[in-house]
């Protein structure tokens, strides 16, 4: 009998949770042949993400996941074998109690948000003993052996090289979102949160010599890019043009077109924490909008993926690159930092390429929870 797995998620910033559930629970279904059930409290939300799936439905589904919903009147289920409460949501008090009582032990998983910091290799994998009498084991992703890995499907990186070697297929992928491509233009995708300093990149780009096509998803960023358009208000599929940068706002995509989007761009300006580790597998330059935490808390996740990620560069790329993630995350002036990135652009992109490769010479994550799930058996 296929082991059975129930993933919590409670939809708190807008997609990153739910957008990293989805894509861990189709892969362990696909790739594992597990029986897996996810639970939402916010269908609407997973509704953009799965445009098929029903709103209403308290159970379907969708691509071989039991989609369920988590409603607050919660009605008792049989706990699954495998039990992850994505980012620190708690199970229902219920349900916590009914895998106590479970003749079979259950395990229990924390599955933690991203970080490259050093102590996460510490902490992964540890017990702590709950009231309940159960064990919960902390899980954290990360870009060290000694971490939990990313999320990364099998063949994701054959689809990917085979799609950027192919231009008609990123002219046609484009095509179908309404993206005619310019000739010699730069193609950047922007998805981030509110951002003070879009104004000052925006400038930056306007003005300079090369042609930029910008590709923005509807999202946050949406309005501090109609300030500087003139304020009004920017619809999907419209397009604007000052100086040499021309900006079109595309539809919200399912994460399949999300990361062609990615792998047809030549540098994608990403937030949260799925998108951020999507563009990386894109093996091009990319700026990271970490999401913000009370005491700049994520200033320091920031500074440690850097520490990591500029390891193998020269010091004028990784000064470049360091210096623009920090002027992004901070609101100061973009322009003095892209100009100087741009300097190292043949650097960094390849550098882009070799670090995907690396963090792909890891276990990734769905394998990682299956293996640890059988050693603990």
Same mark, same amino acid.
């Given at each position: !009998?296929?082991?059975?797995?129930?993933?919590?998620?409670?939809?708190?910033?807008?997609?990153?949770?739910?957008?990293?559930?989805?894509? &861990?629970?189709?892969?362990?279904?696909?790739?594992?042949?597990?029986?897996?059930?996810?639970? %939402?409290?916010?269908?609407?939300?997973?509704?953009?993400?799965?445009?098929?799936?029903?709103?209403?439905?308290?159970?379907?589904?969708?691509?071989?996941? @039991?989609?369920?919903?988590?409603?607050?009147?919660?009605?008792?289920?049989?706990?699954?074998? %495998?039990?992850?409460?994505?980012?620190?949501?708690?199970?229902?008090?219920?349900?916590?109690?009914? !895998?106590?009582?479970?003749?079979?032990?259950?395990?229990?998983?924390? &599955?933690?948000?991203?970080?490259?910091?050093?102590?996460?290799?510490?902490?992964?994998?540890?017990?702590?003993?709950?009231?309940?009498?159960?064990?919960?084991?902390?899980?954290?992703?990360?870009?060290?052996?000694? #971490?939990?890995?990313?999320?990364?499907?099998?063949?994701?990186?054959?689809?990917?090289?085979?799609?950027?070697?192919?231009?008609?297929?990123?002219?046609?992928?484009?095509?179908?979102?309404? %993206?005619?491509?310019?000739?010699?233009?730069?193609?950047? #995708?922007?998805?981030?949160?509110?951002?003070?300093?879009?104004?000052?990149?925006?400038?930056?780009?306007?003005?300079?010599?090369?042609?930029?096509?910008?590709?923005?998803?509807?999202?946050?960023?949406?309005?501090?890019?109609?300030?500087?358009?003139?304020?009004?208000?920017?619809?999907?599929?419209?397009?604007?043009?000052?100086?040499?940068?021309?900006?079109?706002?595309?539809?919200?995509? @399912?994460?399949?077109?999300?990361?062609?989007?990615?792998?047809?761009?030549?540098?994608?300006?990403?937030?949260? @924490?799925? #998108?951020?580790?999507?563009?990386?597998?894109?093996?091009?330059?990319? &700026?990271?909008?970490?999401?913000?935490?009370?005491?700049?808390?994520?200033?320091?996740?920031? @500074?440690?993926?850097?520490?990591?990620?500029?390891?193998?560069?020269?010091?004028?790329?990784?000064?470049?690159?360091?210096?623009?993630?920090?002027?992004?995350?901070?609101?100061?002036?973009?322009?003095?930092? $892209?100009?100087?990135?741009?300097?190292? $652009?043949?650097?960094?992109?390849?550098?882009?390429?070799?670090?995907?490769?690396?963090?792909?010479?890891?276990?990734?994550?769905?394998?990682?929870? %299956?293996?640890?799930?059988?050693?603990?058996?």
């Amino acid at each position: !009998m296929r082991p059975t797995w129930d993933i919590f998620c409670s939809v708190v910033d807008n997609f990153g949770d739910i957008g990293v559930t989805w894509r &861990l629970a189709r892969q362990l279904v696909a790739e594992h042949g597990l029986a897996v059930r996810l639970w %939402v409290d916010d269908l609407g939300v997973f509704l953009r993400l799965c445009p098929q799936a029903d709103a209403h439905a308290p159970r379907q589904l969708q691509q071989g996941v @039991e989609v369920c919903l988590w409603r607050k009147d919660w009605q008792p289920v049989e706990p699954a074998d %495998v039990v992850i409460e994505a980012f620190a949501c708690t199970p229902p008090a219920t349900y916590v109690a009914a !895998m106590a009582a479970r003749p079979r032990k259950v395990l229990w998983l924390n &599955l933690e948000y991203l970080s490259a910091e050093d102590w996460v290799e510490g902490c992964h994998g540890l017990p702590s003993l709950q009231a309940s009498g159960l064990q919960k084991f902390f899980f954290f992703p990360g870009f060290t052996a000694g #971490s939990g890995g990313l999320l990364r499907e099998l063949d994701l990186l054959a689809k990917r090289r085979a799609f950027q070697a192919d231009p008609q297929a990123r002219a046609d992928f484009l095509a179908s979102l309404g %993206v005619p491509l310019l000739a010699d233009a730069r193609l950047i #995708s922007l998805f981030a949160y509110e951002n003070s300093g879009l104004a000052g990149w925006l400038d930056v780009l306007a003005a300079d010599t090369r042609a930029t096509q910008l590709l923005v998803p509807e999202g946050r960023i949406l309005g501090d890019l109609q300030a500087w358009l003139g304020g009004s208000r920017l619809t999907v599929g419209e397009r604007r043009q000052r100086g040499r940068l021309h900006v079109q706002v595309l539809p919200f995509v @399912e994460q399949d077109q999300y990361d062609r989007l990615l792998w047809s761009c030549d540098f994608n300006a990403v937030r949260g @924490e799925d #998108s951020f580790v999507r563009a990386q597998w894109a093996g091009r330059p990319l &700026l990271w909008h970490i999401y913000k935490q009370d005491e700049n808390t994520h200033l320091d996740k920031l @500074e440690a993926f850097l520490a990591l990620y500029t390891g193998g560069l020269s010091t004028a790329a990784a000064a470049a690159l360091s210096s623009l993630w920090r002027a992004w995350n901070t609101g100061t002036a973009v322009a003095p930092s $892209w100009q100087a990135l741009l300097q190292e $652009w043949p650097e960094l992109a390849a550098h882009a390429e070799s670090w995907c490769l690396e963090q792909a010479s890891q276990t990734d994550l769905a394998t990682a929870l %299956v293996q640890f799930y059988r050693n603990w058996l």
